[in-house]
């Protein structure tokens, strides 16, 4: 049987546009002024939205037809069939305020080389799976924006966002400029622009960024960056590796800073004996240098007050709270030391038999304003205590702590460097406050006494201890509760139990 | 008053002869119920129908020239028990809800108001919540339509026939002395169009014009003997009238030659996808000019087996575009051809899912199916096929990983987020909880980083469905519920059940002022203002007088009283229900309406203090336990400027409207010691300036703020 002969060339063909937008970005707003500037140009525009929860976040989009000069079909009783969903491969325009949401449309082939011109904003509008990860959780957005680029017939992929936020002005008005410029529409610059004047809102932030939108699409001369200067090895550190010398530079500096000059020396010294050790090569030196300068330097409440004493941080806060020069700003900091934090302050012997009489859960909540004489005192007289750090509970308590992985760090460069390597990759576990600090504490305990002391002893024979630290780190980073790591601890003990079923599969 | 203003589109529904609409599908339904002379209009909000209810209640004058009454009813039932006036009186009525929860709710009603028939026609505009975009479970109203013999209509998505199945449907409602419901998908309700206007007609009964003294007649009402009498009248009568109504007015429509081998019957709602496949396959164009027949189905229900027939006949084979299951117009099709002793093939279900949204891809791939099964050659659609799945593919291979989902979450300075903070807080403490979810805002919880919510069994259910769940475990559920769910039935299903029952339970009722999730309408404890339907009733009051003996005032924002308040609910001995009511107004309508009148302050020169919050980013560690804990779309993450360490920091950017969540959270787990508030005084007053100087002096005085320390640069 045949088709029956079917004349296609009776109307021109709709033109297709999808915008993805996220709740409360306007891409109903850029999507009704799609509409009317196509009307007003005389041609026939219909569409529809999946608007999600508006206003609350999620993934949005809007699809619209535009059937050049067609306009005086839009009172007839019989108008073009829309086709209510966008189809893969059959859309001209793809309009996207957020990177994933583009390569979104990307996966479900609504950008197609074929036909498809892609504008597309590279800000990031987080998940919340990638804020909450534990570490970086976030997705390569490199990745992402070739994954864009490369299926793309044409693309204008730039941080229409950061342009949006420098002319004052909401993105969607910046994304309907450049999609002015792109030419995929039929309608002239005046269709747009009063299409934006009879919506009526915020008439003139919304045409600056029709400006900056249009401006954007136009090609620039390629910028080279300046090749970077590799910076010269420092001659007094000419026994370390070149590569760790930057980071060195920081830690020495942030320990002067932290205690005194004669402290960031002992960190120097340590680096020294740990690099001269044999087995310890440059990638174990740099990533000792950062690690030990952060476990040296760890927040404790001395530290914390002269953290928040800086000067620069006042301007840094009415920048980034967008205050005028006339405007007063104050600070008001949420602190809640618990019994750690504060009789960690006490000799050792006090703090711990304090220490043992109250619950830790035990905690001070309190608000200063560091912008005022009051808060700021409390603070100071804090900060003060910089002197007396050497004789606290805490820092006895951080001296032993890193005594103990420097010592486990020695012991296994002996017998084996890669696996020392991941030890010192390890610190990173133990970092942070109350909690946090405590639950890192606890994995970092777990995984010496179920890996490394083992394997040190000579024990879990046929476990590489560098590939399960890897694991388990990874795993510590996973969740909170740690069920992630007990799993992985297990799945260790269980394959060393069974060398030869873990051998055959 | 809803978030969005219509004042625009109201005054498209004045719209006269001669003149062109333009809007959205399911405006575009409310000026066709005006155009129909429609005596009274009622209804409950929910996605994808709100907008007529919403654009209504504003339109005041519009109503009250025609003599409108309108109704925001407490819940479908209500609603739907509304049309019983036009079961006795010539009253055209029309009322909205979504489906397919809003029909289950209503079904009592529906039974009941389907039984006796109605005089006057009654509208049922249904808005079929099913595919993508979807809120709810995925059933089909169809189901309702079938059991109680209403008739349903599935119109072609285009705005002249949305506005002409209204106009329609009234006409074959009173044809039938039956009510008929017209479904609408999320795309038509959404979809942007025009159709040539009419006049509006007013009703000759109606709120101007009122009725006289009130019949009786027995035979009107639901109740035996004579709903024997109706069964038998449903069947005799009216269902052969409606199928007569159908076919004289070719509610149905016909596309593509009227002979052929093959064809497709598809339901109207669906024809626009179709005909998009069956252009790209070269067998149709962007007018529906198919080349193969076409039984387009306006009305689902009922079928008129004579129209069938005369389609079917002469035909191998017809495909049935259908979407979700059971596959209602297949089996009634596949009987229809039975009983008419028609040899055709009937395919459907068979090429095409059975669950599941009919997209482009599905339809197409079913289409291609169905075609090369009868050696119609479909090259471009079997091409297009293999591209979209190669496509898919390699972009899934470049990625290396699936891309993340984005699901809605709870709003920047959200009263309800907290209330999980301090109920994730709890939970380290006293272990997990069963925790009842509920239909709202509040749902979001149950995605990340809350992750609370054991079941969902329906609007205001919660509590109804934690109550054997209290009686078999350790610890009290917690129920959650918005004041939308306790106003719509929670307070008798849930509370008064509870009380009634003495069941150990907490419930907590989310007091944000409004029906937020649907688009901010006012419910019954909505504050009285102006532009407000409210009427302020007192929730707390409400459960006192039914008895509850437990009930706390939280006030949301205050996670440590939450917290505190939620550990004694569930832990502390006692008997019977625990009701926390955490007080906190929907920040969307807070915004909406403190923001103009802020920026306006600031332009007179009036002092007024903005507030937002602020991670340290030298002493945030980059765990980011803070944002598993809030969750705030405004609390974000950016890279770490500290050479030493290489995750992402903690970050607040300007979306921030200082609620104080975070910082709350910081200090009830215990977190870190980064967050700080920012105020920012616009238009300090002379003393404000003042005792700045005064205080800066000092401060320097006393040493004034470090400075921070010179990096230590290599020599170069």
New interface residues.
Partial sequence: ?S??????S??P??IKVLIAA???EGGGVL?SWL?SAA?LDGHL???????????????TTYY?EI?PGAGQR????????????A????VDLVVASEL??G??C????LV?PERTTLILSTAR????????????G??DGE??R??AE??ARASLIADLGATARELGCPISSVLLGAIAASGVLPMPEAAYRQAIAQEGKAVEANLRGFAGGLAAFRPRPAVTPEPRRA???????ADLPVAA???L??????L??YQDEAYAQDYLGIVRRFAAMPGADAALVCELV?HL??RMSV?DVIR?A?????????AR?RA?????A?????????????PEEILGLLPPRAGRALLARVSHTR?F?M?VRT???SG??RL?AL?ALRGWRRKTLRFAEEEAWRRRWLGLIERALAADPAAAREIVALAALV??????YRRGAQNFERIVAELIEPKLAGGLAHVSLADALVQARVAASKD?EGEALGATLAAIADAAARPRAAAAE | MAEVSFAKEIEHLKLGDGETFYGEGILAVTKALLQSGVAYVGGYQGAPVSHLLDVLVEAEDVLSDLGIHIETCTNEAAAAAMLGASINYPLRGAVTWKSIVGTNVAADALSNLASPGVIGGALIVVGEDYGEGASVIQERTHAFAVKSQLWLIDPRPNLPSLVKAVEMGFELSEASNTPVMLELRIRACHMFGSFPAKTNVAAPHSAKHRLGAAPFNYDRLSHPPVTFKQEVDKVARRLPAAQRFIVEHGLNERFGPTAGEVGIIVQGGLFNVLNGRMTLAGLSDADGNAGLPILCLNVVHPLAPEEIVRFCAGKRAVLVVEEGGPDFLEQAIGQILRKGDLNVTLHGKDVLPMAGEYTPAVVGKGLADFCRRYGIPTPALDGWLGRVAAQRAEVETLLGAPLPARPPTFCVGCPERPVFSAMKILRREIGPVHVAADIGCHAFATFEPFSQGNSILGYGMSLASAAAVSGTQTNRPVSVMGDGGFWHNGLITGAAGAVFNRTDNVLVVMNNGYSSATGQQDILSSAQAKDSRGIGLDIEGALKSIGVPWIRRVRTYGIAGMVRTLRQAITEPGKGLRVIIADGECQLARQRRIRPAVEKQVREGKRVVRQRFWVDPEVCTGDHSCIRLSGCPSLTVKPNEDPLRSDPIAHVNNDCVGCGVCGEVAHAAQLCPSFARIDIVRNPTAFDRLRRRLGDWLIARLGGPSAAPQRLQPAE
């Fill in positions: 049987m088709n029956a002969g079917i004349d296609s009776r109307h063909a709709p996220l709740g409360g999507a509409h009307i525009a219909h569409g529809t939205s999946i608007p999600g929860v508006a206003q609350r976040t999620g993934a619209l059937v839009h009172a007839s009783t019989a108008p073009p069939v829309l086709a209510l969903n189809a893969p491969g059959e994933l949401e390569v979104r990307v996966q479900a082939g197609t509008v987080y998940t919340v799976n990638e804020k909450a990860a534990m570490g970086d976030r997705l990745r992402l070739q994954v490369r299926f910076p010269a090895p420092d001659p007094r550190l010398h930057a980071v530079a920081e830690g020495l500096a942030r002067a800073d950062r300068a952060l927040e914390v002269q953290l928040k004493l800086r000067a620069a941080r006042l806060v980034e709270a967008k205050a005028e006339s405007d007063i700003v104050d600070i008001t900091e949420y602190l809640k030391p618990g905690a909540a608000t912008t005022r004489v700021f005192l100071r900060a970092r942070g406050y109350g909690d946090t909170p």
